[in-house]
């Protein structure tokens, strides 16, 4: 049995991407300016993490010019907690917001702190 031919090249490129595409077992993601595997992103991710972790706060110092600390305290002072107030911080980073807020509120140590060393 012979096989259609396709005579338009274009049309021939399509379905050849389709095919592949739908033959692509792979599941691929950005990273940065990368194509990465899915399942490899978040070893990326953490190492980029634990690439920087440890000057993490120098980053912030040198980016920010040192506005970040002002920033933080701030928000402290803006958020108004008393004794006893509980504050979810959901993007706890360094953990320095945490800290202050649990200070302020009384807590002696904030859940979900992730201080690096």
Known sequence: MRSATIPCPWLQLALAVIHIEENDIMSSTHFGFKTVDEKEKAKHVRGVFDSVASKYDVMNDLMSAGLHRVWKAYTVQV??????????DIAGGTGDLSLAFSKKSGCHRPSGSHRHQ
């Open 79 to 88: 958020a108004n907690l008393k004794e006893g107030d509980q504050v979810l």
